[in-house]
């Protein structure tokens, strides 16, 4: 048999999958936010922006670190007669038949930006290669925007 890339792509499937159910099924709140960042200059300016997230996505994806999470306006999306607007990290969820990757000028926004770094083999540190790998690709979101194709996680609500 011919191994192929969407063999290993099902085995980390599975792999996670099995993980995600088992943490789940230990502890029923395995998921949420750890560490919180935002940019106090940006939101005095009207602006959100995320600098660090540090979390578990409700469908088991890890997020950490300083990512690059564009930012959003706020006054768009909070109109002067509302008294609060939820804030949530999303990001798409996974699908067949559609990229879940995309690259860093790409308008496109996929579950993972592809990352390429060089990678030394872990037994022989002279044979390095340049490997892509994906990085989760979480957006700030808004109220109810986007509830239907991406996961969502409740991390702050703005009030007036």
Do not use: C
């Not at 997230?53 to 994806?61: A, K, T």
């Not at 390095?128 to 991390?155: C, T």
Request: charged residues 25%; without cysteine.
């Amino acid at each position: 048999m011919l191994i192929t890339p969407q063999h290993l792509q099902q085995q980390e499937l599975y792999e996670a999958q099995v993980l995600h159910e088992r943490l789940a099924a230990a502890s029923p709140l395995s998921w949420g936010a750890q560490t919180l960042e935002f940019d106090a200059g940006a939101l005095k300016s009207g602006r959100l922006k995320l600098n660090r997230f540090d979390g578990v996505m409700p469908d088991g994806l890890d997020i950490r670190g300083e990512l690059e999470i564009p930012s959003r306006t706020i006054g768009d999306h909070f109109p002067a007669t509302a008294k609060q607007l939820e804030v949530s990290i999303g990001v798409p969820a996974l699908r067949q038949g559609v990229s879940n990757f995309h690259e860093a000028d790409s308008e496109w926004r996929g579950r993972f930006l592809t990352v390429t770094k060089s990678t030394g083999d872990l037994s022989m540190s002279k044979n390095v290669r340049n490997l892509d790998y994906g990085q989760p690709a979480p957006v700030l979101l808004f109220g109810e925007e986007k509830d239907q194709d991406h996961v969502k996680l409740k991390i702050a609500e703005i009030v007036r």
